[in-house]
């Protein structure tokens, strides 16, 4: 199975940033931040920590970005980074839960506002690790296998776990819709 050509530009981004080019490394933070930030908003609930979280994501991400192995895994490993951060921030400090409609319409594009919000609202019921591993799979496209390596599960756990997660949105989805 082949990668996606997004993932395949971005892992040829991350060689570069390896090979000291510092010129990729502002390219390929503008290739990811987009996706980091919507990633990072919909698990914090919050677009201060969000914007913090997608800063100090990057920070470490670059720091050991010798270490990652296989490139084209850098957006699964961005996020892992990202929602570690927001556990260790969550143990450490309280923050401001909610989201504004203003803050939501950032990320929201054509007239999918109504249904980011619901999305948001429901997001916000859910525990961090399970909307870490819903956002991993329906948001940053990572396999369940992929996904299971970063919430240290296995695949068939994976499968599992999103099947009932799944189940539990759409109905929670459904309930917001019908009222």
Request: proline residues 1%; hydrophobic residues 40%; charged residues 25%.
């Amino acid at each position: 199975m082949s990668e996606p050509a997004e993932n395949v530009e971005i892992a040829a981004l991350v060689v570069r940033v390896q090979k000291g080019d510092e010129r990729a490394c502002g390219e390929l933070i503008d290739a990811t931040q987009s996706q980091l930030y919507k990633f990072c908003l919909l698990l914090s609930q919050n677009r201060e920590v969000a914007e913090d979280l997608c800063q100090e994501a990057y920070i470490k991400a670059l720091q050991s970005i010798s270490k990652l192995q296989n490139p084209v895994t850098f957006m699964g490993w961005l996020y892992q980074i990202a929602k570690n951060l927001f556990i260790d921030m969550t143990r450490t400090s309280a923050y401001r839960k909610n989201v504004s409609e203003e803050e939501l319409a950032e990320v929201a594009t054509g007239n999918d506002l109504e249904s980011v919000i619901q999305v948001q609202k429901i997001l916000a019921e859910f525990e961090a690790e399970d909307r870490f591993l819903l956002l991993l799979v329906e948001l940053g496209g990572c396999s369940y296998k992929e996904a299971g390596d970063r919430a240290g599960l296995s695949e068939d756990a994976v499968r599992s776990k999103l099947h009932r997660l799944r189940q539990r949105f759409i109905q929670s989805y459904n309930s917001i819709k019908g009222s």
